[in-house]
């Protein structure tokens, strides 16, 4: 059947071609405006998200300080300041009256216990046997000497946590050594978990001071060595470490506690088997 409807001409087939170029025009640059649009919002969240990451990072870091850890040459024992109760092998010994420095006499059985601050094993030794210890410390002819090393400082965030608690328990050792005890027990009651910034050293001066160690004590926690950039006993720590290695071989890990210098293989992390073998190593 014929139809009523003409068929354009060429001049009208022209001109709809160019209403139709200059429509898909106007879509094209609609779509390209709404592009930059959805980049540049999303440009704006990504760098608020960054300036959020960058204020919580700058948050938790506020109050810990990293420069702490000694970073000069290899250090030895001999040559290091060291507290002034420690023994010759650099351990902290606590014996019958509970002070720091108490060195073992003729006879004593001597528990070493290489531990580090940040290390959840020695955690859950200390909370096991720390009592027991010190009931058979306080009985005589026993005598605990601790080595607070700083393995751990590379999962604290760069905070060096391990070096910053040991340097304090030095210190607590060296001034208030009737309080060594109390603050270490306290240290671990509180531990910050691995990965963490650990305690910030306003933290670790509290738990201090709630341990009983004074504040003009507690003030020099945060002490730098003479004309250096790391802390007062940060060289002592890094030594004491080293001398783990010699001690107990280069693959060793924390807890390890050794019974008049031979390692016990025994269960750590229950109450009794290591009193058993104290008790049986006095005879």
């Known amino acids: 059947m014929p139809t009523n409807d003409p068929r354009p ?4 087939r022209r001109d709809e071609a160019r209403v139709k170029a200059i429509q898909m ?16 919002g999303g440009l704006v969240a990504a760098v608020v998200v960054l300036v959020v990451v960058v204020a919580l990072i700058l948050g938790q870091t506020k109050g810990t300080t990293a420069g702490a850890a000694y970073t000069g040459d290899a250090v030895k024992l001999a040559g290091v300041a060291k507290p002034s109760t420690v023994g010759d092998n650099g351990a902290i010994p606590i014996g019958a009256t509970g002070k720091a420095g108490e060195k073992p006499a003729t006879g004593d059985v001597v528990v070493s216990v290489y531990l580090d601050y940040m290390c959840p094993y020695c955690h859950q030794f200390e909370t096991a046997n720390d009592p027991e210890l010190a009931t058979l410390r306080a009985a005589g002819g026993v005598v605990v000497e601790y080595h607070p090393i700083s393995i751990l400082d590379r999962l604290s965030s760069g905070t060096e946590y391990s070096t910053r608690a040991s340097n304090a328990a030095a210190v607590v050792a060296d001034q208030a050594p009737d309080k060594f005890s109390a603050f270490n027990s306290a ?13 910030s050293d306003a933290e670790i001066a509290k738990l201090a001071v709630t341990a009983g160690v004074p504040q003009t004590v507690v ?5 730098k060595a003479p004309g250096k950039s790391w802390r007062t006993f940060a060289p002592y720590v890094s030594a004491l470490t080293a001398q783990a290695s ?7 890990g924390t807890p390890t506690i050794r019974i008049n210098g031979t390692t016990f293989k025994g269960d750590l992390y229950s109450a009794g088997p290591l009193t058993q073998a104290i008790i049986a190593a006095k005879g």
């Open 9 to 12: 001409n060429k001049a009208e």
């Open 25 to 40: 025009r106007e879509q094209q640059k609609t779509r390209e405006k709404r592009n930059r649009m959805v980049a540049i």
């Open 187 to 199: 240290l671990f009651a509180n531990q910050p978990a691995e990965n963490s910034q650990g305690l």
């Open 219 to 223: 003030d020099q926690f945060t002490a």
């Open 246 to 252: 010699v001690d107990l071989g280069a693959s060793y």
